[in-house]
């Protein structure tokens, strides 16, 4: 399928082979991910590497995170992190014989290492053979967690190791390993298979080597090299090099923000048909649809302005962060703005993610809980990420670290004389800045803190960790509302660009009330601003739930491949036993 578009994927995912599983062992789901896989694979093996197709991968990741977040979450360490991995070194991507890529970075006593800056993994080269040797050295460097464990499954991966030449650290590389074939675990690879998790099942598993023999073809060297009589060279020093390891990150990131803004998309496409449906009775005794319920109301219109802003911000970054280098380039030693950006962009989207879905499975009370609805997958796909990708909350500490020392960063500039003061809260651009005034003076105080602080590093910036945080989340809301803002100026359907523009509004209202208190000390908002934020909330959802139906027509989510009994007229028969 080399030129396979958007409904074709979708013909894709009609296959019975997506169809419910029924009563199946944790083992059985497992294998099923990787059929699953192994079929669609083999249905766009014309199009390999997809990395080379951005808008075909976007489409299949995103429509992948609607039907199965498992599947999702192998298919892009596949065909992001693991080739990517590759590509961006020009070395050559294993056959379809070699199974399933992944990657093996994360160590168990270490954290999460992407730059490479304290693998403990070594691979020491041989000059007898002209080969590498790969060891883990003690426990802590144990490879955690990739999805290794199942037996059956042929998987290769891209590691992350300390390389040792002459007795010299020469620092961290990626070498590609056969990890197992169909027969079990490679020789000198021992792994551990994890206990099964309700919470993104996949088979998680830890590895160690022994005295494993890689050849010199499996080294992703970039600049780097090692003569015949066994010097090493390498073109870049090693804050260079910890760079181009580190920029591994961004296929994670572009993959993570779109599956999770796909699936923050059907949580919400899923929920808003179901309220017009189920039915309650009202306290004066009518039986109305629940949708007419103002709680109701607030909970999916706030779930769909997440999800659409979701959708604005992952769409805004994917394109750039699976950029490829050009031939014999190697990978791209991108500037540190890009690098935090793209990877507070996956915490923003996370964090979007997690709401919409959080909040449309609220919606439908018990019927939100069964994995059949996908709800309490699409949520656990959002909680997963906040680990997965990068510790969501150690991005968004480095990140600050950045803001705070003026790296390639320049806060938003201050109004204009004359129009200082309270700002309004009826027009998006003045939202907008009011947020761009909460960045601004956050980055401020936290400059001023750390030059009065301790004069060691350390103590001065940790005794400053909760403000960092709270910058680099006023960051978040920021970026999201100028990207959320800036698609909803491009949506050319007139009848719903006003409409676009009051979830914005919605969203960034929602934003400012949680830190209400605070705008009130810094005198950007007055008393009767900050009393009058519950009504201003009500009224954009008044304003919006007369659309509420148009509206979700951008979520664009082909609901007959979800086989979701909440997404249908008859929901009940899914449920009621037959007579």
Not at 344 to 364: G, I, M, N, Q
Request: aromatic share 6%.
């Amino acid at each position: 399928m080399p030129d396979t578009d958007r409904a074709e994927l979708i013909s894709l995912f009609s296959d019975d082979i997506f169809d419910p599983p029924g009563d199946i062992t944790n083992r059985e789901r497992m294998m099923l991910t990787y059929r699953r896989m192994a079929y669609i694979n083999g249905r766009l093996a014309a199009s390999m590497p997809l990395l080379h197709h951005p808008d075909l991968l976007r489409d299949l990741l995103e429509l992948s995170a609607m039907v199965d977040p498992p599947l999702f979450h192998v298919l892009f360490l596949h065909h992001c992190l693991a080739t990517g991995a590759v590509l961006d070194y020009t070395a050559d991507l294993p056959g379809q014989g070699d199974g399933f890529g992944t990657i093996l970075l994360t160590e168990l006593g270490l954290g999460n290492t992407n730059g490479g800056g304290d693998l403990h993994t070594r691979v020491v080269y041989d000059p007898a053979e002209d080969d590498f040797v790969l060891t883990t050295p003690s426990p802590d460097a144990t490879k955690f967690p990739p999805n290794v464990g199942l037996d059956g499954v042929a998987k290769w991966g891209v590691l992350g190791a300390r390389l040792i030449v002459a007795g010299a650290d020469c620092g961290a590389f990626g070498f590609l390993v056969q990890i197992r074939d169909e027969n079990g675990p490679r020789p000198g690879v021992h792994i551990k298979p994890l206990p099964p998790t309700s919470l993104l099942p996949v088979d998680y598993a830890c590895v160690q080597f022994d005295h494993v023999r890689l050849p010199r073809r499996q080294w992703l060297r970039d600049s780097a090299s090692i003569s015949a009589d066994g010097i090493f060279h390498d073109a870049h020093d090693g804050l260079t090099r910890m760079l181009r390891a580190a920029s591994l990150g961004r296929f994670a990131w572009g993959a993570n923000c779109v599956g999770l803004a796909g699936a923050a998309r059907a949580s919400v496409a899923v929920t808003i048909p179901h309220a017009y449906h189920r039915l309650s009775t009202s306290r004066s005794g009518d039986v109305v649809p629940v949708i007419h319920f103002r709680n109701q109301q607030r909970l999916l219109l706030t779930a769909l302005a997440a999800a659409l802003a979701a959708t604005a911000l992952a769409r805004s970054t994917s394109a750039e962060c699976w950029r490829l280098p050009a031939a014999n380039d190697g990978p791209p030693a991108l500037t540190p703005a890009f690098m935090r950006t793209a990877s507070v962009t996956k915490v923003a989207v996370d964090l979007l993610a997690e709401r919409a879905a959080s909040r449309a499975r609220a919606s439908c009370g018990a019927l939100g809980f069964f994995s059949v609805n996908h709800l309490i997958d699409y949520e656990g796909l959002a909680l997963a990420y906040k680990s997965a990708g990068g510790d969501n909350q150690m991005t968004l500490l480095n990140s600050a670290w950045t803001m705070a020392q003026d790296i390639d960063y320049e806060a938003p500039a201050s109004k204009p004389a004359g129009q200082a003061g309270v700002g309004r809260l009826d027009e998006l651009d003045s939202l907008i800045g009011l947020l761009r005034d909460r960045e601004r003076l956050l980055h401020q105080h936290l400059q001023e803190r750390m030059r009065a602080g301790a004069a060691d590093p350390f103590t001065a910036w940790n005794a400053q960790i909760a403000l960092a945080q709270e910058l680099a989340e006023a960051h978040l809301a920021r970026l999201t509302a100028e990207a959320f803002a800036a698609w909803a100026d491009r949506e050319t359907d007139s009848k719903l660009h006003p409409h676009l523009r009051r979830l914005c509004e919605l969203l960034i209202l929602e934003e400012i009330a949680d830190h209400s208190g605070w705008y009130l000390v810094e005198n950007l908002l007055g008393p009767a601003d900050v009393t009058s934020l519950p009504d201003l909330l009500d009224s954009r959802c008044d304003q919006l739930f007369p659309h509420l139906r148009e509206l979700v027509s951008l979520l664009d989510v082909p609901l007959e491949i979800l086989r979701a009994p909440l997404a249908t007229d008859d929901y009940m028969a899914a449920f009621t036993p037959a007579p």
